[in-house]
């Protein structure tokens, strides 16, 4: 599984069928997940869970990634 640091954030991508991972609570973790066609959501880990964070779904990873990455400041500070 992929992952990256952007601004503090950690971002994961799964490809389908991975099993996302427990994160250490050191940085805000999001995870954006490909679902039908060439859209993605993003997923946040809180308290012990992931939850889906973004309803609509984004129609790029980069809209996603900025959208995670947003949330990661405003949620941290």
């Known amino acids: 599984m992929d992952n990256m640091i952007i601004a503090g954030v950690r971002i994961y991508f799964p490809r389908p069928g991975e099993k996302l991972p427990v994160p250490s609570a050191d940085m805000r973790t999001f995870a954006i997940k490909d679902t039908t066609g060439d859209r993605c959501c993003v997923l946040g880990f809180w308290d012990g869970k ?3 964070l973004s309803l609509p779904e984004y129609e790029s990873s980069g809209k ?3 959208a995670a990455v947003r949330q990661g400041k405003r949620n941290w500070q």
Do not use: C, D, K, L
């Open 50 to 52: 992931w939850r889906v």
């Open 64 to 66: 996603a990634i900025m």
